[in-house]
């Protein structure tokens, strides 16, 4: 059977953190809200999985060993330009914001932070692109 003409595609999410806890999460909370979600806390296999998958949102930590978040965040906007990312971090401050949002990011989100936080901010984010 053809899939429905009206039916949406499910909203593809990948979250990159270093702390398995982060990951352990939010993974649930996303598949219970219907999100299809894939969790990494290497940022060399999420970067691999990046190159081989477009995903609609990327979740992303900043201080990770290798490949830190900022990195990682420029590399999505320059293959998915219209990839939304969202930079979660427990070292916020104004400036790491600022150039988060001048590198593409969609929004800056200071841990500790609420799982609702976090899927508001997807949602806008769909809200958003969907006026494109």
Do not use: H, W
């Amino acid at each position: 059977m053809p899939p429905c003409a009206n039916c949406q595609r499910q909203t593809q999410i990948l979250i990159l953190d270093d702390e398995p806890i982060v990951c352990k999460r939010l993974k649930p909370g996303f598949q219970k809200a219907g999100y299809g979600v894939e969790t990494f806390t290497d940022s060399g296999l999420a970067m691999a999985r990046i190159e081989q998958k477009r995903f609609d949102v990327v979740i992303t930590d900043l201080k990770m060993e290798g490949i830190d978040g900022m990195q990682f965040l420029v590399r999505v906007k320059q293959i998915y330009p219209d990839t939304g990312v969202i930079v979660i971090t427990g070292y916020g401050g104004a400036e790491i914001a600022k150039e988060s949002f001048k590198k593409g990011a969609f929004d800056f989100i200071a841990k500790p932070f609420k799982l609702g936080e976090i899927i508001e901010a997807v949602k806008r984010f769909e809200k958003s692109r969907k006026k494109d």
